[in-house]
């Protein structure tokens, strides 16, 4: 079972989430929060898989939640907003959420997002990576990071992930077996410190990566 945490300021909206949840057989909810604090504790309560984040709470809020949860738990944070991304995605992706979803997404591919971001994966549309790309090119990190340790190989995998490339597409580019580039992406995550592939495209990012080389 996948454990499920729903955070969101409107009572009716954590029901028709948790209803939604709930009736999948392979997903359930283990708690609700109504702003980012509450949040923060019934994560730590709960120790669930995946947190379904409202951004915009009166207190503590989605993001600065996300942050918190990210520094104490393994829970990957799916952001759900109503509004327009472009002002979250970095700051969001940047303090731990391992993606995004409109709160008018298909109950289907909310249910399938869960599922996806549970497995370790960021659900990153390229329409997202075009927005973080955006975003860097607005307000560059002021310190670039350094990727000590990051072969010239592992470096192009990264680049590729950063432009918001699937693994498939990566093999094609690189012309790598499947096994050879889930390898690579392996030694990113553990090099990088990175819990998903998300946080690889930050640090593609914050590195100066990107700008250098695309």
Not at 62 to 81: C, D, H, P, Y
Not at 112 to 123: K, M, N, Q, S
Not at 152 to 181: C, D, P, W, Y
Request: hydrophobic fraction near 45%; avoid cysteine.
């Amino acid at each position: 079972m996948i454990d499920v945490v729903v955070v969101d300021d409107q009572a009716l909206l954590r029901g028709s989430f948790r209803v939604l949840v709930d009736s999948a057989p392979d997903l359930r909810v283990v708690g609700e929060a109504g702003d980012g604090a509450e949040a923060v504790s019934v994560v730590r309560s709960t120790s669930p898989h995946v947190v379904l984040m409202d951004v915009r709470m009166p207190g503590v809020d989605g993001i600065a939640a996300t942050r918190e949860i990210s520094g104490f738990s393994e829970a990957r944070v799916l952001i759900l907003t109503t509004f327009d991304l472009d002002e979250y995605v970095y700051s969001a992706l940047r303090a731990g959420a391992s993606g995004f979803l409109l709160k008018d997404t298909p109950p289907a591919e909310l249910l399938a997002a869960i599922r996806v971001v549970a497995a370790g994966d960021a659900l990153l549309s390229p329409s997202v990576t075009r927005r973080l790309v955006a975003e860097f090119s607005r307000t560059p990190p002021p310190r670039l990071k350094r990727l000590d340790g990051i072969t010239e190989r592992e470096q192009e995998v990264l680049l590729l992930i950063a432009r918001g490339f699937s693994n498939a597409e990566i093999m094609e580019g690189l012309h790598l077996s499947a096994g050879t580039v889930k390898t690579h992406i392996g030694r990113l995550l553990h090099k990088l410190q990175a819990r998903d592939r998300a946080q690889l495209v930050i640090a593609a990012y914050e590195s100066g990566l990107v700008s250098a080389r695309s």
